[in-house]
């Protein structure tokens, strides 16, 4: 298996424009994780779904942010509109259990000028 | 409503030495505790575990140790290699649950 692959790895864009982050995760597993990582706060979930239904988006920020996943091999994080404060590393992870055994992907690097 | 915490943003160790980063955690429902490695440019792997039965699991040059009355966990690697230069990320986990700390850079000077 590949991993969880996700695209694109750099993104610049600029404030005001839509962004899509776009996430495969590994054949087989039922969960789907979205996470951010900054300096300040580390590694936030940001929301997870289990079998393809959302399950807890309480960590998305605000409004600006949507999430989905269609089928089992592919999932999406939106922000629309981008500010430069959403600057960040947006890691997708999938897992055969929500405790247990999570894969990264090797993240998005956003940056919202 | 930070559950799982790492005070120490960075840390230096000379080659040869031993490390140790530390990661407390505030709830007691907690019964499985990891370590996980980020290298720049790269996700988080996952490094070593521990129950909450245990106190002690050792895997080559890293061990995890669990204190559970004090709510605290460390790794240490021992010897230090500059290759283990990257930021370790703690975390625990519930039933439905797992919770990261913020990570700790860790840089091995040659």
């Known amino acids: 298996d590949a991993g969880v692959i996700q695209s694109p790895r750099h993104e610049v864009t600029e404030m005001g424009q839509e962004v899509t982050l776009r996430c495969k995760p590994i054949?087989?597993?039922?969960?789907l994780f979205w996470y951010r990582q900054t300096m300040m706060r580390g590694l936030e979930l940001l929301i997870y779904?289990?079998?393809?239904?959302?399950?807890?988006d309480s960590g998305m920020p605000e409004d600006r942010f949507s999430a989905k996943m269609p089928n089992a091999s592919f999932s999406t994080l939106k922000i629309q509109p981008s500010e430069p404060r959403d600057s960040a590393v947006y890691f997708c992870?999938?897992?055969?259990?929500?405790?247990?055994?999570?894969?990264f992907g090797s993240g998005t690097r956003l940056t919202v000028v | 409503d930070q559950q799982v915490k790492q005070n120490s943003p960075s840390l230096s160790v000379q080659e040869g030495r031993i490390s140790i980063l530390n990661c407390d955690y505030t709830?007691?429902?907690?019964?499985?505790f990891l370590w996980y490695k980020k290298y720049p440019a790269e996700g988080p792997t996952f490094l070593i575990s521990?129950?909450?039965?245990?106190d002690k699991n050792e895997d080559g040059r890293f061990t995890v140790f669990l204190n559970k009355s004090a709510k605290h966990l460390s790794l240490h690697i021992v010897p230090s290699q500059p290759g283990d230069s990257a930021v370790y990320f703690c975390?625990?986990?519930?039933?439905?649950?797992?919770?990261f700390g913020a990570g700790t850079r860790l840089t091995v000077k040659p």
């Open positions: 975390a625990a986990s519930a039933h439905n649950d797992m919770r």
């Open positions: 709830n007691s429902m907690f019964d499985y």
């Open positions: 521990i129950s909450s039965i245990k």
């Open positions: 992870a999938s897992s055969p259990r929500r405790d247990y055994g999570y894969t």
């Open positions: 779904f289990n079998n393809n239904v959302p399950i807890d």
């Open positions: 054949s087989g597993h039922d969960y």
